[in-house]
């Protein structure tokens, strides 16, 4: 009976802690009101997470881009259809690549500081002293880290792949001698502005709020130790990503 | 009639009313059967040993926790019955100096103070800066209003703290061990800071603490907390003096009493015989 009870507890919790977070982010929804100090907080989180994460997101792309290339004309080669590689990359990124990466990148580089730093205030007990206040933190510290997570992660990914297809367009035509005009061409008739594009930025929208919801969910809920907020941290990394790559799966079976 | 008189006034003059208050955590018995009336105007201490339940009975005042049987009455209001809108508005009123001073570390020592004003006030800029200066200056800490919490020393972190608690003039006090871990002066700064404070805008004050001569020197009345009940309370002179055995254990720091040294006595001696 009591093995029983444990293994019911063991399946139960996951989706009790499901449960909580999604309790969490309707008390962060509720909280939303457009004021004008709200707004700034939020353009405010906006800076420290998106446009902070803005150079290594652009690093990345680059060099994704350039890889992508690589790897198309090889493939293309064999088949001679090595001017295809501009649609190869273009679908690829708007697509799948760009949202996904993106959204993995923003949750090691964004996600985790935003956990550390509520887990922190909450060891502080910073969260405490602001309760006693009357400030509700969810609305003050959770809600304007969600808010600019969910505006950050679609702006990166747009950043993302101007860059990855930059680093294309450097590769294909300036190292291989791809010709341009051909490249373009194929990129503006072969890649489409809603199934591909717009599908992106749904993607890139959905992916932003998962991984900041985990983000301020783990740093809220973190236990108030330096093991506790290591660990949440950790958590975060892993989960978000996880559930990008799920609901990936997902939005894509819809989508297409 | 007069008797009548005599009690409403006693009743007006009453800040904070505890009455056969239990606090549970599990199965164990954190406070059992507590009760005592804050008079208005007052600075109380809540003493005992660490782990006594003392800082469990700010945070119920507080409407952090929930009592399990009892009530708590401040300035009429029953805390434990009160909505969250409710304990919103309460809290307005409440200023609480936490042990650590908790100053939020991404803010500087302005933005600190000037957080809860903003929060419930519509002041315009020019005077919530003055508001804030002017209990800078009152902490004695005017000229540091740009500085982050990182660059302040243990007192003063302690002090921007209060100054942060009597932002919005509370009526109501509460500070958790608030001169813990600081050196000499500056304890002797935060303590003229709650007496002055306390005397000028007549509030009432609780404290919780464990540093019997510190107290001596500040409260007006004491409440020995041990083993979830009150064990003694009075004025702090004469509970040094008191026939109870765990008052005078704690009062006079006697290793051997009634608090013991095991929180769990053990079975037998370490085990070795099992």
């Known amino acids: 009976m009591a093995v029983e009870q444990s293994i019911l507890r063991k399946w139960s919790e996951p989706a009790a802690e499901a449960g909580r977070c999604l309790l969490f982010l309707f008390r962060m929804l509720a909280g939303l009101r457009f004021s004008v100090s709200q707004i700034l907080s939020i353009l405010q989180q906006s800076y420290l997470i998106g446009a902070r994460s803005l150079v290594i997101i652009m690093i990345c792309g680059f060099f994704v881009g350039m890889v992508l290339s690589l790897q198309a004309i090889n493939a293309l080669e064999q088949f001679g259809a090595s001017d295809q590689v501009s649609l190869l990359v273009g679908k690829s990124l708007f697509r799948e690549l760009g949202p996904v990466l993106t959204a993995l990148l923003f949750a090691g580089r964004a996600g985790t500081s935003v956990t550390a730093e509520i887990g922190l205030m909450k060891a502080t007990n910073q969260l405490e002293a602001m309760e006693l206040m009357a400030i509700d933190p969810i609305q003050r510290i959770a ?5 600019a997570g969910v505006i950050s992660v679609p702006l990166l990914t747009a950043m993302f792949n101007a860059l990855a297809i930059l680093g294309s367009v450097i590769f294909a035509i300036g190292v291989m001698g791809l010709d341009s005009g051909v490249y373009w061409s194929k990129l503006q008739t072969g890649v489409y502005f809603q199934k591909d594009f717009i599908g992106g930025v749904w993607k890139s929208l959905v992916f932003g709020g998962i991984v900041s919801l985990v983000a301020v969910y783990f740093g809220y809920s973190a236990k108030p130790t330096g093991a506790g907020v290591g660990t949440a941290t950790t958590n975060t990394v892993v989960l978000s990503s996880v559930l990008v790559l799920i609901f990936d799966f997902i939005m894509t079976s819809f989508l297409t | 009639m007069n008797t009548d008189t005599s009690t409403s006034r006693k009743a007006d003059n009453t800040a904070i009313r505890i009455r056969d208050l239990v606090f549970r955590r599990g199965r164990r018995t954190i406070l059992d ?11 109380v201490a809540f003493m005992g040993p660490s782990g006594v ?19 708590i009455e401040v300035n009429g209001q029953q805390v434990s019955a ?8 309460f809290r307005r009123d409440i200023g609480v100096l936490l042990q650590d001073g908790a100053l939020f570390t991404d803010l500087t020592v302005f933005e600190n103070i000037a957080t809860p004003v903003r929060e419930h006030t519509n002041l315009p800029e020019a005077l919530i800066r003055r508001l804030v200066m002017s209990k800078l200056n009152a902490v004695g800490l005017g000229g540091i209003e740009e500085r982050m919490p990182h660059e302040l020393s243990g007192g003063m972190a302690r002090r921007v703290a209060f100054a942060r608690a009597v932002a919005l003039d509370p009526a109501i006090m509460l500070y958790d061990e608030p001169l813990t871990g ?5 304890v002797s700064t935060i303590r003229t800071l709650m007496r002055e404070t306390n005397d000028a805008l007549n509030l009432t004050s609780i404290v919780v603490t464990h540093n019997v001569d510190q107290m001596r020197r500040l409260v007006d009345y004491c409440y020995i907390i041990a083993s979830g009940r009150v064990a003694g309370h009075g004025p702090p002179s004469e509970l040094s003096a008191s026939a109870d055995p765990s008052v005078d254990q704690f009062m006079n ?4 009493g009634p608090i013991p040294f095991h929180y769990q006595p053990p079975e037998g001696p370490w085990g070795l015989l099992d």
């Not at chain 2, 600081?182 to 500056?186: E, S, Y």
């Not at chain 2, 720091?253 to 051997?256: I, M, Q, S, Y």
């Open chain 2, 53 to 71: 339940g003392k800082t469990t009975i700010l945070r119920l005042i507080s409407g952090q926790l929930h009592p399990d049987e009892g009530s």
């Open chain 1, 143 to 147: 809600l304007p880290r969600f808010a």
């Open chain 2, 182 to 186: 600081l050196d000499p002066i500056a």
């Open chain 2, 253 to 256: 720091g006697k290793v051997e």
């Open chain 2, 33 to 43: 059967g507590v009760s005592m009336d804050i008079p208005r105007g007052s600075i």
């Open chain 2, 82 to 89: 009160m909505s969250n809108r409710e304990l919103h508005h």
